[in-house]
């Protein structure tokens, strides 16, 4: 028993710090509702609420967690942003990721990254992020 069972926990990322800049066909978007929900070790998940600032730029800190790797469980961790802008809400991030390192949604360190509500979300795959993104950054 203690073979599957036993082991320690460690500290995942089940979500990486966000910085960036929201914009609407070019222009800021300011005071912007921002909603980030993460699923990960339940069905209902957790909600967190930020906002923009007047030129559009915002922040959402890094989110962890104690997590023990199991043979009987595969790690997935879904995300969600939304923004709340003129009556309307846009979903700008979506996504499932099967580890919890540091910046993995990312493929390393972001740069420079900028989110355009007028477009349509991007796909990105790895072997491990499914994403659906409105937002670019560099590497």
Same mark, same amino acid.
């Given at each position: 028993?203690?073979?599957? *069972?036993?082991?320690?926990?460690? !500290?995942?990322?089940? &979500? +990486?710090?966000?910085?960036?800049?929201? @914009? $609407? %066909?070019?222009? #800021?978007?300011?005071?912007?509702?921002?909603?980030?929900?993460?699923?990960?070790?339940?069905?209902?998940?957790?909600? *967190?609420?930020?906002?923009?600032? !007047?030129?559009?730029? &915002? +922040?959402?800190?890094?989110?962890?967690? @104690? $997590? %023990?790797?199991? #043979?009987?469980?595969?790690?997935?961790?879904?995300?969600?942003?939304?923004?709340?802008?003129?009556?309307?809400?846009?979903?700008?991030?979506?996504?499932?990721?099967?580890?919890?390192?540091?910046?993995?949604?990312?493929?390393?360190?972001? %740069?420079?990254?900028?989110?355009?509500?007028?477009?349509?979300?991007?796909?990105?795959?790895?072997?491990?992020?499914?994403?659906?993104?409105?937002?670019?950054?560099?590497?």
């Amino acid at each position: 028993m203690s073979l599957f *069972f036993g082991g320690d926990k460690s !500290e995942i990322v089940i &979500f +990486s710090p966000l910085d960036g800049r929201l @914009l $609407y %066909k070019g222009e #800021p978007v300011s005071n912007a509702d921002i909603k980030l929900w993460i699923k990960w070790k339940d069905t209902k998940g957790e909600s *967190f609420h930020y906002k923009t600032d !007047e030129k559009g730029y &915002f +922040s959402i800190p890094k989110k962890t967690d @104690l $997590y %023990k790797d199991s #043979p009987l469980a595969q790690l997935v961790i879904t995300q969600e942003i939304t923004v709340e802008y003129k009556g309307e809400s846009h979903l700008i991030w979506t996504l499932s990721k099967t580890d919890g390192r540091l910046n993995v949604e990312f493929g390393g360190e972001p %740069k420079n990254l900028i989110c355009e509500l007028a477009e349509d979300l991007n796909t990105i795959r790895t072997d491990e992020v499914l994403m659906g993104t409105r937002c670019n950054w560099e590497i």
